[in-house]
Protein backbone atom coordinates (compact mmCIF):
# COMPACT_ATOMS: atom_id res chain seq x y z
CA UNK A 1 0.00 0.00 0.00
CA UNK A 2 2.77 2.39 1.01
CA UNK A 3 4.40 1.65 -2.34
CA UNK A 4 1.90 2.37 -4.38
CA UNK A 5 0.99 5.91 -2.51
CA UNK A 6 4.86 6.76 -3.29
CA UNK A 7 4.67 5.72 -7.04
CA UNK A 8 0.95 7.93 -7.07
CA UNK A 9 2.81 10.52 -5.51
CA UNK A 10 5.49 10.42 -8.08
CA UNK A 11 3.18 10.09 -10.56
CA UNK A 12 1.51 13.14 -9.31
CA UNK A 13 4.91 15.30 -9.31
CA UNK A 14 6.14 14.18 -13.08
CA UNK A 15 2.00 15.42 -14.30
CA UNK A 16 3.53 18.44 -12.49
CA UNK A 17 6.08 19.26 -15.06
CA UNK A 18 3.58 19.12 -17.91
CA UNK A 19 0.71 20.99 -16.81
CA UNK A 20 0.04 23.12 -14.22
CA UNK A 21 -1.34 22.65 -10.60
CA UNK A 22 -4.68 23.52 -11.68
CA UNK A 23 -4.78 21.33 -14.87
CA UNK A 24 -3.39 17.85 -13.34
CA UNK A 25 -6.38 16.48 -11.21
CA UNK A 26 -8.45 17.26 -14.20
CA UNK A 27 -5.90 15.35 -17.13
CA UNK A 28 -5.30 12.57 -14.49
CA UNK A 29 -8.91 11.96 -14.54
CA UNK A 30 -9.63 12.14 -18.31
CA UNK A 31 -6.75 9.65 -18.32
CA UNK A 32 -8.02 7.30 -15.56
CA UNK A 33 -11.37 7.56 -17.20
CA UNK A 34 -9.68 6.15 -20.56
CA UNK A 35 -8.47 3.42 -18.92
CA UNK A 36 -11.68 2.27 -17.16
CA UNK A 37 -10.08 3.34 -13.66
CA UNK A 38 -13.20 5.49 -12.88
CA UNK A 39 -12.66 5.30 -8.74
CA UNK A 40 -9.16 6.76 -9.82
CA UNK A 41 -11.25 9.67 -12.11
CA UNK A 42 -13.62 10.41 -9.45
CA UNK A 43 -11.17 10.86 -6.83
CA UNK A 44 -8.94 13.14 -9.33
CA UNK A 45 -12.16 15.29 -10.44
CA UNK A 46 -13.16 15.60 -6.88
CA UNK A 47 -9.65 16.65 -5.77
CA UNK A 48 -9.67 19.46 -8.22
CA UNK A 49 -13.26 20.42 -7.07
CA UNK A 50 -12.13 20.54 -3.52
CA UNK A 51 -9.35 22.72 -3.80
CA UNK A 52 -11.16 25.05 -6.70
CA UNK A 53 -15.08 25.55 -5.93
CA UNK A 54 -15.38 28.48 -7.81
CA UNK A 55 -13.41 27.45 -11.34
CA UNK A 56 -15.62 27.98 -13.90
CA UNK A 57 -14.35 24.30 -14.67
CA UNK A 58 -16.43 22.75 -11.53
CA UNK A 59 -19.38 21.78 -13.76
CA UNK A 60 -17.08 20.08 -16.44
CA UNK A 61 -15.31 17.91 -13.38
CA UNK A 62 -19.07 17.20 -11.73
CA UNK A 63 -20.41 16.09 -15.08
CA UNK A 64 -17.58 13.79 -15.68
CA UNK A 65 -17.75 11.97 -12.00
CA UNK A 66 -21.51 11.47 -12.86
CA UNK A 67 -20.49 9.73 -16.41
CA UNK A 68 -18.01 7.48 -14.16
CA UNK A 69 -19.69 6.77 -11.65
CA UNK A 70 -22.92 6.03 -14.35
CA UNK A 71 -20.04 3.34 -15.89
CA UNK A 72 -20.32 1.88 -12.95
CA UNK A 73 -24.16 1.42 -12.56
CA UNK A 74 -23.77 3.85 -9.14
CA UNK A 75 -27.20 5.36 -10.44
CA UNK A 76 -27.85 7.68 -6.96
CA UNK A 77 -24.02 8.82 -7.11
CA UNK A 78 -24.29 9.31 -11.14
CA UNK A 79 -27.54 11.87 -11.05
CA UNK A 80 -26.32 13.83 -7.92
CA UNK A 81 -23.53 14.46 -9.74
CA UNK A 82 -24.84 15.24 -12.75
CA UNK A 83 -27.50 17.53 -11.12
CA UNK A 84 -24.77 19.69 -9.22
CA UNK A 85 -22.90 19.89 -12.66
CA UNK A 86 -25.58 21.55 -14.15
CA UNK A 87 -26.68 24.19 -11.69
CA UNK A 88 -22.47 24.72 -12.27
CA UNK A 89 -23.33 25.21 -15.83
CA UNK A 90 -23.74 28.48 -17.21
CA UNK A 91 -23.65 28.08 -21.06
CA UNK A 92 -27.10 26.98 -22.18
CA UNK A 93 -25.73 24.48 -24.88
CA UNK A 94 -23.70 22.93 -22.36
CA UNK A 95 -26.05 22.61 -19.89
CA UNK A 96 -28.65 21.26 -22.40
CA UNK A 97 -26.26 18.65 -23.12
CA UNK A 98 -25.29 18.04 -19.92
CA UNK A 99 -29.08 17.62 -19.14
CA UNK A 100 -29.65 15.31 -21.65
CA UNK A 101 -26.73 12.92 -20.18
CA UNK A 102 -28.70 13.36 -17.12
CA UNK A 103 -32.06 12.27 -18.53
CA UNK A 104 -30.15 8.88 -20.29
CA UNK A 105 -28.91 8.20 -16.78
CA UNK A 106 -32.20 8.32 -15.41
CA UNK A 107 -33.68 6.08 -18.17
CA UNK A 108 -30.80 3.55 -17.93
CA UNK A 109 -31.64 3.47 -13.87
CA UNK A 110 -35.43 2.73 -14.88
CA UNK A 111 -36.61 6.12 -13.40
CA UNK A 112 -38.48 6.95 -16.48
CA UNK A 113 -41.04 9.31 -15.39
CA UNK A 114 -37.98 11.74 -13.82
CA UNK A 115 -36.37 11.28 -17.52
CA UNK A 116 -39.23 12.25 -19.25
CA UNK A 117 -39.52 15.35 -17.09
CA UNK A 118 -35.56 16.41 -17.39
CA UNK A 119 -36.47 15.99 -21.05
CA UNK A 120 -39.21 18.23 -21.18
CA UNK A 121 -37.59 21.02 -19.12
CA UNK A 122 -35.04 20.68 -22.64
CA UNK A 123 -37.99 21.11 -24.83
CA UNK A 124 -38.91 23.97 -22.88
CA UNK A 125 -35.46 25.82 -23.42
CA UNK A 126 -36.06 25.81 -26.83
CA UNK A 127 -33.11 23.84 -27.34
CA UNK A 128 -30.81 23.61 -31.20
CA UNK A 129 -32.70 21.30 -33.72
CA UNK A 130 -30.14 18.53 -32.94
CA UNK A 131 -30.89 19.01 -28.97
CA UNK A 132 -34.63 18.64 -29.74
CA UNK A 133 -34.82 15.81 -31.87
CA UNK A 134 -32.48 14.14 -29.30
CA UNK A 135 -34.50 14.79 -26.29
CA UNK A 136 -37.72 13.81 -28.45
CA UNK A 137 -36.32 10.43 -29.36
CA UNK A 138 -35.40 9.69 -25.62
CA UNK A 139 -38.77 11.01 -24.53
CA UNK A 140 -40.07 7.84 -27.11
CA UNK A 141 -37.47 5.32 -25.75
CA UNK A 142 -38.80 6.30 -22.17
CA UNK A 143 -42.37 5.45 -22.83
CA UNK A 144 -41.54 2.39 -24.72
CA UNK A 145 -39.57 1.08 -21.55
CA UNK A 146 -42.92 1.95 -19.74
CA UNK A 147 -45.14 0.18 -22.36
CA UNK A 148 -46.63 3.76 -23.18
CA UNK A 149 -47.10 3.09 -26.89
CA UNK A 150 -49.06 6.06 -27.94
CA UNK A 151 -47.14 8.42 -26.40
CA UNK A 152 -43.81 7.10 -27.53
CA UNK A 153 -44.97 7.08 -31.09
CA UNK A 154 -46.09 10.81 -30.69
CA UNK A 155 -42.69 11.84 -29.49
CA UNK A 156 -40.90 9.70 -31.91
CA UNK A 157 -42.73 11.38 -34.68
CA UNK A 158 -41.03 14.54 -33.81
CA UNK A 159 -38.16 12.66 -34.61
CA UNK A 160 -38.71 10.85 -37.39
CA UNK A 161 -41.62 10.35 -40.08
CA UNK A 162 -41.33 6.89 -40.59
CA UNK A 163 -44.16 5.45 -41.70
CA UNK A 164 -42.60 1.55 -41.42
CA UNK A 165 -42.62 2.73 -37.58
CA UNK A 166 -46.57 2.88 -37.46
CA UNK A 167 -46.62 -0.55 -38.19
CA UNK A 168 -44.42 -2.20 -35.39
CA UNK A 169 -46.56 0.24 -32.95
CA UNK A 170 -49.73 -1.12 -34.85
CA UNK A 171 -48.50 -4.37 -33.37
CA UNK A 172 -47.30 -3.82 -30.26
CA UNK A 173 -51.20 -2.57 -29.59
CA UNK A 174 -52.88 -5.61 -30.80
CA UNK A 175 -50.31 -7.66 -29.65
CA UNK A 176 -52.42 -11.10 -27.66
CA UNK A 177 -52.56 -10.20 -23.63
CA UNK A 178 -54.65 -12.19 -21.25
CA UNK A 179 -57.15 -11.00 -18.40
CA UNK A 180 -56.07 -10.79 -15.10
CA UNK A 181 -59.63 -11.10 -13.88
CA UNK A 182 -60.50 -13.97 -16.32
CA UNK A 183 -57.55 -15.68 -14.96
CA UNK A 184 -58.69 -15.61 -11.59
CA UNK A 185 -62.29 -16.62 -12.06
CA UNK A 186 -60.94 -19.60 -14.66
CA UNK A 187 -58.60 -20.90 -11.49
CA UNK A 188 -61.62 -20.02 -8.52
CA UNK A 189 -63.85 -22.70 -10.85
CA UNK A 190 -61.06 -24.73 -11.62
CA UNK A 191 -57.57 -24.55 -9.57
CA UNK A 192 -55.37 -24.38 -12.07
CA UNK A 193 -57.15 -23.09 -15.41
CA UNK A 194 -56.42 -19.66 -14.60
CA UNK A 195 -52.57 -20.25 -15.05
CA UNK A 196 -53.01 -22.77 -18.11
CA UNK A 197 -55.00 -19.69 -19.89
CA UNK A 198 -52.14 -17.54 -18.97
CA UNK A 199 -49.53 -19.95 -20.83
CA UNK A 200 -48.33 -21.26 -17.60
CA UNK A 201 -49.00 -25.05 -18.07
CA UNK A 202 -47.02 -26.54 -15.72
CA UNK A 203 -47.69 -24.42 -12.51
CA UNK A 204 -51.27 -24.61 -13.45
CA UNK A 205 -50.84 -28.51 -13.52
CA UNK A 206 -49.23 -28.20 -10.07
CA UNK A 207 -51.93 -26.41 -8.93
CA UNK A 208 -54.97 -28.94 -10.23
CA UNK A 209 -53.23 -32.09 -8.13
CA UNK A 210 -52.32 -30.14 -5.23
CA UNK A 211 -55.50 -28.74 -4.91
CA UNK A 212 -57.81 -31.46 -6.01
CA UNK A 213 -54.82 -33.86 -3.51
CA UNK A 214 -56.08 -31.60 -0.30
CA UNK A 215 -59.75 -31.41 -1.63
CA UNK A 216 -60.01 -35.32 -1.71
CA UNK A 217 -58.20 -35.30 2.08
CA UNK A 218 -60.17 -33.10 3.57
CA UNK A 219 -63.83 -34.92 1.74
CA UNK A 220 -62.55 -38.40 2.72
CA UNK A 221 -61.66 -37.06 6.60
CA UNK A 222 -65.45 -35.64 6.95
CA UNK A 223 -66.61 -39.04 5.18
CA UNK A 224 -64.60 -40.84 7.83
CA UNK A 225 -66.08 -39.21 10.54
CA UNK A 226 -62.43 -37.50 11.47
CA UNK A 227 -63.83 -34.22 11.43
CA UNK A 228 -61.52 -32.03 13.30
CA UNK A 229 -59.03 -32.99 10.70
CA UNK A 230 -61.42 -32.31 7.29
CA UNK A 231 -61.22 -29.22 9.76
CA UNK A 232 -57.78 -28.91 9.50
CA UNK A 233 -57.35 -29.97 6.33
CA UNK A 234 -60.26 -27.51 4.92
CA UNK A 235 -58.88 -24.19 6.70
CA UNK A 236 -55.15 -24.59 6.95
CA UNK A 237 -54.16 -26.13 3.43
CA UNK A 238 -56.95 -26.42 0.88
CA UNK A 239 -58.16 -22.98 1.33
CA UNK A 240 -54.36 -21.37 1.79
CA UNK A 241 -53.37 -23.35 -1.17
CA UNK A 242 -56.75 -22.66 -3.25
CA UNK A 243 -56.63 -18.89 -2.26
CA UNK A 244 -53.05 -19.16 -3.12
CA UNK A 245 -54.27 -20.41 -6.67
CA UNK A 246 -55.76 -17.52 -8.25
CA UNK A 247 -53.89 -15.39 -6.97
CA UNK A 248 -50.65 -16.60 -8.70
CA UNK A 249 -53.10 -16.99 -11.49
CA UNK A 250 -53.35 -13.34 -11.70
CA UNK A 251 -49.83 -13.03 -11.73
CA UNK A 252 -48.89 -15.70 -14.14
CA UNK A 253 -51.66 -13.04 -16.86
CA UNK A 254 -49.78 -10.25 -15.72
CA UNK A 255 -46.03 -11.95 -16.45
CA UNK A 256 -47.81 -12.89 -19.51
CA UNK A 257 -48.66 -9.13 -20.51
CA UNK A 258 -45.42 -7.98 -19.25
CA UNK A 259 -43.18 -10.48 -21.75
CA UNK A 260 -44.98 -9.66 -24.95
CA UNK A 261 -45.12 -5.81 -24.26
CA UNK A 262 -41.30 -6.08 -23.52
CA UNK A 263 -41.12 -8.13 -26.57
CA UNK A 264 -42.61 -5.72 -28.71
CA UNK A 265 -40.96 -2.97 -27.11
CA UNK A 266 -37.66 -4.67 -28.14
CA UNK A 267 -38.84 -5.03 -31.71
CA UNK A 268 -39.20 -1.51 -31.91
CA UNK A 269 -36.37 0.01 -30.04
CA UNK A 270 -34.28 -3.34 -32.48
CA UNK A 271 -35.92 -1.37 -35.55
CA UNK A 272 -34.79 2.02 -34.50
CA UNK A 273 -31.11 0.84 -33.97
CA UNK A 274 -30.89 0.15 -37.83
CA UNK A 275 -32.96 2.75 -38.96
CA UNK A 276 -30.29 4.92 -37.27
CA UNK A 277 -27.21 2.71 -38.68
Known sequence: MLIKRIAFSLLLILCGFTASADETPLSLGAHFFSLGNYDAAITEYKRFI???PDDARAGEAYHNIGIAYREQQMWGEAVAAMRIAIQHTADKTTKTERQLELAVTLIASKNYDMGVLELIKVTMRN???AQNRRAMFLQGVAHLYQFRWQEARTALKNYTDDATLDTHFEA??????KSMRLAKILSIILPGAGQ?????WRDGFNAFVLNSALGFATVDAALDGHYMDAVLWATALFLRYYQGNYYRAEKAAAAFN???SRLAAENILSYL???LD
Not at 196 to 200: E, L, Q, R, S
Open 273 to 275: RKA
Open 258 to 260: ART
Open 172 to 177: ALKAPR
Open 127 to 129: PSE
Open 50 to 52: FFH
Open 196 to 200: VYAGN
